[in-house]
């Protein structure tokens, strides 16, 4: 952002909650977001890179992680709390303060989506010549 403001590159990629200062500020203009489908509120009229013709998506997601050899039963209270955080108001009104559009997965299904991000990650990372 910053090489950006000053004048030193014309694009950044970043995410959604970060702009949003300088957008309201009148210091940059969104071309397009990554994620799958167009985001809400004050973005949901950018298009997403598909709109625009690229076969470009990328969303940002964060997890948290556990030992390998944690027991079933803690792994599964784990599990069962950050769901039912997921679903809190609380959380609810946490995401929308910070901009953060909705996107929950946990256990099995968090462990494949994350499995498929690394080998996308290395398939990228081979056809641009980072890894063999």
Known sequence: MTTMLGGFVNVFSGEASEMMGQLEAGAIKIITVLSPERLGGDLN???TAREAGF?????????????R???DSAYNRWVETFTALAQSEAW????R??????FFLAGEPFTDF???QVEDFR?????LGILR
């Open 69 to 71: 050899d944690i027991p």
């Open 123 to 127: 398939a990228i990372s081979r056809d």
């Open 92 to 95: 609810e009104q946490a995401r």
């Open 45 to 47: 009229h950018i298009p």
């Open 55 to 67: 076969d470009v998506e990328w969303i940002t997601w964060r997890g948290f992680y556990a030992p």
């Open 114 to 116: 994350v499995s498929t």
């Open 97 to 102: 303060m910070n901009r953060l559009e909705p």
